[in-house]
């Protein structure tokens, strides 16, 4: 089993930034790679970005290139996502998700985080 556990979200003014966590715990040695989802009001799931626990390769959507980085401190088990230039449309429940090694599969998922942008 993998424990995810997210912080650091809030309520910010359209152009600020803002840094959530997600902590690991458990079997951590499980995670190929941790991923971040948001999923607003009325809206579908949708991927955001994440990063590789090894090499350390990350991955965005279109949508928040060049304004989202995620990062890890492999020595916590945490990865981060800095959010930078953050609009309205960027608000939503982000959750950060593991994916486990070997497999394709997101089967690890924190209870989200509540960010909100206001304009």
């Known amino acids: 089993q993998v424990q995810l556990i997210e912080s650091g979200g809030g309520l910010v003014q359209a152009g600020d930034s803002l840094t959530l966590s997600c902590a690991a715990s458990?079997?951590?040695?499980?995670?190929?790679?941790v991923a971040w989802f948001r999923q607003a009001p009325g809206k579908e799931r949708e991927s955001v970005g994440g990063?590789?626990?090894?090499?350390?390769?990350?991955f965005y959507s279109d949508s928040v290139k060049g304004r989202f980085t995620a990062s890890r401190d492999s020595a916590k088990d945490t990865v981060y996502l800095q959010m930078n230039s953050l609009r309205p449309e960027d608000t939503a429940v982000y959750y950060c998700?593991?994916?486990?090694?070997?497999?394709?599969?997101?089967?690890?998922w924190g209870q989200g985080t509540q960010v909100t942008v206001s304009s």
């Open positions: 998700t593991a994916q486990i090694r070997g497999t394709l599969q997101y089967k690890y």
């Open positions: 458990g079997r951590t040695w499980l995670i190929d790679a």
């Open positions: 990063i590789t626990f090894d090499s350390g390769a990350t």
